[in-house]
């Protein structure tokens, strides 16, 4: 085949379109989460939900393409028709940024139910140390809230070689 000025653009065009199509793609486990049309006023707060940190995976080194430098942590929720928000109270060695707002699993109201969180967290196999003081509060449909309960999310590292 002859190489003509169009047939250049045509296989530049095909060359990114291929490495665009490999690239990294997180999926969110996560929907913003909207109150009811009616909202219940109270001062009572419902109790505190129970969380806890299910798993935490580190960056490593490996194909940009298949995501290998993000960290991701997995938090499980009740299942339900629960918004939850996340204020970082306190961070040492982590870029992990919370969604704004209210949020709850993009299962529904399957159970179990989780929230996974990702940061870029370096495309090398040794990661530091990490720990992060969350604070979390629920809110139901009609917007009663609870009393917000703290979530510790620490990792030790990854010193030795995978």
């Known amino acids: 085949m002859k190489i003509t000025p169009s047939n250049a653009v045509v296989a530049s065009l095909a060359v990114l379109g291929c490495n665009v199509a490999g690239a990294c793609s997180l999926v969110r486990s996560y929907v913003p989460f909207r109150l009811g049309p009616t909202i219940q006023y ?5 109790p505190a939900p129970e969380l ?3 798993q935490i995976r580190r960056g490593e080194a490996g194909e940009p393409s298949a995501c290998a430098n993000w960290g991701s942590v997995l938090i499980k929720v009740p299942a339900g028709d629960v918004g939850y928000s996340f204020e970082l109270v ?14 709850r699993s993009s299962s529904g109201y399957a159970f179990p139910a989780s929230l996974r969180f990702y940061w870029d967290d370096g495309a090398v ?3 530091e140390s990490f720990e992060l003081v969350v604070r979390v509060t ?11 309960t ?5 990792h030790p590292g990854v010193r030795a070689v995978r």
């Open 150 to 154: 703290v979530v510790r999310i620490e």
């Open 42 to 46: 109270t001062e009572v707060l419902s």
């Open 52 to 54: 806890s940190v299910e």
């Open 125 to 127: 196999d040794t990661q």
């Open 90 to 103: 306190e961070s040492r060695g982590s870029t992990i940024r919370f969604p704004t707002g209210f949020v």
């Open 138 to 148: 629920a809110v139901s449909r009609d917007g009663v809230f609870s009393e917000p």
